[in-house]
Antibody
């Protein structure tokens, strides 16, 4: 069974840092792009960024660029999100998701998603 | 930055058809997909590449995309279809989600 399990969410003060992890199983992790997507409480989905299969390419949404870093360890089947200089508006459930391109690489879907981990930024 | 706009809510009676629109500049030139999210659960893709259904998704879910609008149609809506729905497309290597639509089955 394809599975993604996030961990690392916590309560952190503004300006603080946090590292999220996503453990993958049931598929060959090293052959898939991966993304982080977040959802503020009661709000919609926001893509945070993604990383290529070998980690050589990364993209971020403007609101986190320079503060967040996505990385991966293919030997450990794990995806990471290092979050620095956290702000109240970063409060959200953070999901990791696998890219599935169905033969069209430029338009992959996110499938599956993990269960999410909650990050709360508050003093 | 690219934006996708959806109606905040859609109401439908059981057995009837629900249509959810997603509007964006020249969206028809991109591929659109749709996610269903039930309360307390993670999103699940119900339509990809404008109109294709993943295995396991009921035939009552269909999609189209032309001009500036993508549409998700739920035919013969069931109570279990009550959920939030999000469209999504890619623009300049970044993923963009729609604003989301809450579907209520009355």
């Amino acid at each position: 069974e394809v599975q993604l399990v996030e961990s690392g969410g916590d309560l952190v003060q503004p300006g603080g840092s946090l590292r999220l992890s996503c453990a993958a199983s049931g598929f060959t992790f090293s052959t898939y792009w991966m993304s982080w997507v977040r959802q503020a409480p009661g709000k919609g989905l926001e893509w945070v960024g993604n990383i290529k299969e070998d980690g050589s390419e990364k993209e971020y949404v403007d609101s986190v660029r320079g503060r967040f870093t996505i990385s991966r360890d293919n030997a450990k089947n794990s995806l990471y999100l290092q979050m620095n200089s956290l702000r109240a508006e970063d409060t959200a459930v953070y999901y990791c998701a696998r890219h599935l391109d169905h033969g069209i690489a430029v338009a992959p879907t996110f499938d599956p998603w993990g269960q999410g981990t909650l990050v709360t930024v508050s003093s | 930055s690219y934006e996708l706009t959806q109606p905040p809510s859609v109401s439908v009676s059981p057995g009837q058809t629900a249509s959810i629109t997603c509007s964006g500049d020249k969206l028809g030139d991109k591929y659109a997909c749709w996610y269903q999210q039930k309360p307390g659960q993670s999103p699940v893709v119900v339509i990809y590449q404008d109109s294709r259904r993943p295995s396991g998704i009921p035939e009552r879910f269909s999609g189209s995309n032309s001009g500036n609008t993508a549409t998700l149609t739920i035919s013969g809506t069931q109570a279990m279809d009550e959920a939030d729905y999000y469209c999504q497309a890619w623009d300049s290597s970044t993923a963009v989600f729609g604003t989301g639509t809450k579907v209520t089955v009355l």
